[in-house]
């Protein structure tokens, strides 16, 4: 029996009914920020008050909420849970194989000043992962690396976080952007130029933030002009890229433009005082490891490896040839007890439209293999025997058992919340407030990516919404459907997905609240620019953004 969403199912009142379909959200905050719950015990008990609430409030059919459910929760594992299982596995490898200390060695070499290594590796090499592979791998990794340069877990987490925003956008090779273009009919490479000016402001910005957060404002200043570079190279090739070459490859430019010209200002300059953290004093005193080239060519061969590889996984092209050319792909068309038998209704669309329901099995093209391919090589050019590197596989399962039980229960939580038409009752309410919308607009993807976890799946929520909308109170419809992708990508650092993520990554399993407390008032302070950014884009510089072209409209 299929089933009509509802967004103001109590008694017509969407305001009513979007209070009442918050509850789970509520809840999943005070949770967190309050009762400083373990994460996968808040995504479970989130996830459950979610089915009863939904049940109850858009008399949505038990079997179908509990068939979107498990559609979420198997996407949590697949291919989310896998980038994570096969990102923390090749950085369990390095430090089997006891190469992580050459690798500290080789980033100490450039500079051992923990805030200049911070903007090398959160922002400049977190951002090429991110525009390389996306879903969880740049938080993983890069956190994993801070580690073992040293820092405390819960720093070198929330910094990963922070900074994994500005690159969201143009993730795993545009894939918001082309989602945005997708659902609003508008193209990608218009959302792109638009996109392309509004997070440039936010790029210069967050290498200061960064440091500041990590030393606070007398040592930021100490390293300004490496902040200016790292900040500023990236800002301009991220604008010129997005503004000149479309969707794809922003992050995958900006960041080696920002490394390149990080790493060749330290050739040149170097803080007067090094800073370092208080527990290392001592350490410090001892005598540094020299290693020949080739032992840090070795060293960090399996990052060399992920980088090729996650490179060519994210190509177009190399997706196309596997799951179109070759086949190597397990699809299920048609989602038992959910595909055909759920409507979307106006507003949201002009008349009723199903809501498809489809899964792909992608092993080969999915980023989690190109990872877990670069581990295999790697364990070849390390010398880890077969049996070792089995060992250490089982390990890392077993160190990820409580966070992929929270990824796939914040994951069923995000598909029920759009299967059940929540995350519209919400997003209608951010639309009803007409000429105010513009800065409720980047709040809007915020929130979306709060839910879902994905810029890209914030975009295709929302897309349409902002577009319309934006068009019936007389502003530029590219202006909105750009801030739903840039309000988002602040959102990004509070999601409980990437909280998961991160949490994994840096051995804070169970301490997932303290993450969500270190990061929610930076993600709200970044959304509340953002917004004032768009309003002013709206009313006062509108000339700034791009006009879609008379065509599409």
């Not at 459950?48 to 079997?63: A, G, H, R």
């Not at 949490?503 to 969500?516: D, I």
Request: hydrophobic fraction near 55%.
């Amino acid at each position: 029996m299929s089933w009509t969403q509802n967004y103001a199912a109590l008694g017509g009142s969407l305001g009513l009914t979007a209070l009442v379909v918050s509850i789970p959200i509520f809840f999943l905050f005070w949770a967190l920020a309050i009762k400083e719950m373990k994460g996968y015990q808040a995504g479970v008990l989130t996830l459950l008050i979610t089915l009863v609430d939904v049940v109850l409030v858009y008399k949505m059919p038990v079997s179908i909420a509990l068939s979107a459910t498990a559609y979420g929760m198997v996407y949590g594992l697949w291919p989310i849970g896998w980038i994570i299982i096969t990102a923390v596995y090749l950085y369990n490898l390095t430090v089997e194989a006891g190469q992580f200390e050459i690798i500290k060695s080789s980033i100490a070499s450039v500079t051992s000043d923990r805030r200049l290594q911070a903007l090398i590796v959160a922002f400049s090499f977190g951002a090429f992962l991110e525009g390389a592979a996306g879903f969880g791998a740049p938080v993983a990794i890069t956190g994993a690396i801070l580690i073992g340069l040293g820092f405390e877990p819960l720093k070198a987490a929330g910094l990963c976080l922070i900074a994994n925003t500005a690159p969201v956008a143009f993730g795993a090779i545009g894939a918001p952007i082309i989602a945005a273009g997708a659902v609003t009919g508008m193209g990608d490479f218009v959302i792109s130029q638009a996109v392309g000016r509004q997070l440039p402001f936010l790029s210069v910005v967050i290498p200061l933030y960064l440091v500041i957060l990590l030393a606070g404002w007398k040592s930021a200043l100490e390293v300004l002009p490496a902040i200016l570079v790292t900040g500023v190279s990236f800002a301009v090739a991220q604008w010129w890229s997005s503004n000149y070459l479309g969707a794809y490859l922003p992050d995958i430019i900006s960041s080696i433009v920002s490394l390149l010209a990080t790493t060749l200002l330290l050739k040149f300059w170097q803080p007067k005082t090094l800073w370092h953290f208080p527990h290392e004093k001592d350490a410090l005193k001892a005598e540094v490891t020299k290693y020949s080239l080739g032992q840090i060519i070795k060293a960090w061969s399996p990052f060399a490896i992920l980088t090729v590889m996650v490179t060519i996984w994210g190509t177009p092209a190399f997706k196309d040839w596997v799951l179109n050319k070759m086949h190597l792909a397990v699809y299920i068309n048609h989602w038992p007890g959910l595909d055909g038998l759920v409507y979307k209704a106006a507003p949201i669309v002009a008349k009723p439209a199903v809501y498809a329901a489809a899964y792909k099995w992608d092993f080969l093209s999915a980023a989690g293999t190109a990872i877990l391919i670069s581990a295999v090589i790697s364990t070849l050019i390390l010398g880890i025997k077969p049996t070792t590197a089995l060992k250490v596989f089982a390990q890392t399962l077993k160190q990820l058992k409580f966070p992929l039980i929270n990824i796939s229960a914040v994951l069923g939580f995000a598909y029920l919340a759009n299967y059940s038409g929540l995350s519209f009752t919400l997003g209608l309410l951010f639309a009803s407030t007409g000429m105010l919308f513009p800065i409720l607009s980047p709040i809007l993807g915020w929130f979306g990516v709060f839910l879902t976890g994905s810029d890209t799946s914030s975009n295709a929520l929302f897309g349409k919404l902002q577009q319309v909308t934006a068009e019936q109170i007389g502003i530029n419809p590219v202006l909105t459907v750009a801030a739903n992708s840039s309000g988002g990508v602040v959102g990004k650092m509070i999601s409980p997905q990437s909280i998961a993520v991160a949490a994994a990554a840096t051995s804070l399993v169970g301490r997932e609240s303290s993450l969500f407390k270190f990061t929610v008032k930076h993600s709200i302070l970044f959304v509340l620019i953002i917004a004032v950014m768009v309003y002013l884009q709206a009313y006062v510089v509108p000339g700034m953004m791009p006009i879609l072209p008379a065509a599409v409209n």
